[in-house]
């Protein structure tokens, strides 16, 4: 498996669909790599030389911002909105879901799963 900014990308895909296994890599960034270096898309992932895999990865440190520092910068704008307390801010802060989503019914996967809170005893069960 080929090696690019410390992430095995798999042999049997093509390149443009290999990079996309590097965080922060989508479908467009990865078709322009393989347009900037004159790689073809169909070319598979284990037919690239050691010169082609140089280059993706001199060119992914220079123009991309990928893996540990996208999370990175992902998390510390995170934390700059809590600090401010923006709405959105607190919406994080508090797990619920930030983008205008109702939060009623669906938003199970921002609040985790139903806590049940036990509701009224009817007049019936209490003789």
Wanted: charged share 30%; with cysteine.
């Amino acid at each position: 498996m080929p090696r690019v900014a410390g992430v095995d990308i798999p042999n049997d895909k093509p390149v443009w669909i290999a990079l996309r296994y590097i965080h922060g890599i989508g479908p467009k960034f990865a078709k322009d790599i393989c347009k900037n270096l004159g790689i073809e898309d169909t070319v598979k992932a284990k037919d690239l030389t050691e010169d082609q895999l140089s280059q993706i990865a001199g060119l992914l440190t220079n123009d991309y911002v990928i893996e540990g520092n996208l999370r990175r910068q992902t998390q510390q704008h995170i934390a700059r909105l809590r600090d401010i307390a923006c709405y959105r801010g607190l919406r994080h802060r508090r797990g619920l879901p930030v983008r205008g989503q109702r939060t009623k019914t669906n938003a199970r996967t921002r609040k985790g799963p139903r806590k049940t809170v036990a509701g009224k005893k009817s007049v019936k069960e209490m003789r």
